[in-house]
């Protein structure tokens, strides 16, 4: 099965000092028709980036050399790509997420072969979403309550102090921006914004939530429990 030739042409960097973790994860995105090249350590994965120009990066956290925080800042001073982290733990994901890191989407080991073909088509297919719709002629302005989202530019600015948020936050704030003051459920802000929507991506959510808060406002999400968050749009 393939989903078309665009997709199964795109390079991913796999960054793993574990052989044979790197190897199965390089392994089946071959099958799966992707072109996949590896790195062990931080030098030699910030020098494959310069060398492969990949679509997107698969990173682990810890890594000889310098670790994976270090390697996505310097990639991501290159060119905007969107990456895709390993982490060990659960409460590893909260820590990143809230230090700003960079990175799209996180998985927490172990996990399976087929959960990363899916988290990788699902964050290539969200870039491809979110360059059509900075290039259409849609809607580019939403303002809510002093709350100003450009999505053309991908601009943000509260109380016309501007923010800057991840490419992810940003995507987050344009799901819940879609129906201001309404709530949108778990599964339909994990679909919209990440592709995918099933339970093992709450923790990624509400991380991201959390993130998104100290950046525009805690007041401005509210937690709706057991259903989702809605973007506040003012008194
Ligand atoms: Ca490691």
């Given at each position: 099965m393939t989903e078309g030739s665009t997709e199964s042409a795109r390079t991913v960097l796999v960054v793993e000092d574990e052989p044979t973790i790197n190897r199965a994860v390089t392994d089946r995105l071959r099958a799966e028709g992707f072109r996949a090249v590896q790195a062990h350590d931080g030098p030699a994965a910030v020098a494959a980036f310069e060398e492969h120009h990949p679509d997107l990066v698969v990173l682990d956290?810890?890594?000889?050399?310098?670790?994976g925080l270090e390697v996505c800042r310097r990639i991501q001073a290159v060119r905007p790509v969107p990456v895709l982290m390993l982490t060990a733990r659960d409460e590893e994901t909260d820590l990143l997420v809230g230090l700003g890191v960079g990175a799209d989407d996180y998985m927490t080991k172990p996990f399976s072969m087929r959960e990363v073909v899916a988290r990788v088509r699902a964050l290539l297919r969200r870039v491809d979403r979110a360059e059509a719709l900075a290039a259409s002629?849609?809607?580019t302005h939403l303002d809510a309550a002093g709350l100003v989202i450009d999505v053309r530019t991908r601009r943000v600015s509260v109380g016309g102090e501007v923010v800057h948020l991840t490419p992810l936050e940003f995507d987050l704030l344009c799901a819940l921006a879609t129906e201001p003051g309404t709530v949108r459920t778990r599964e339909v802000l994990m679909r919209e914004v990440w592709g995918w929507g099933d339970a093992s991506g709450t923790r990624t959510l509400d991380s991201h939530v959390k993130a998104l808060r100290a950046k525009i406002g805690a007041d401005r999400v509210r937690t709706v429990h057991g259903v989702g968050y809605a973007l506040e749009v003012g008194p």
């Open positions: 956290v810890m890594l000889p050399g310098f670790d002629g849609g809607p």
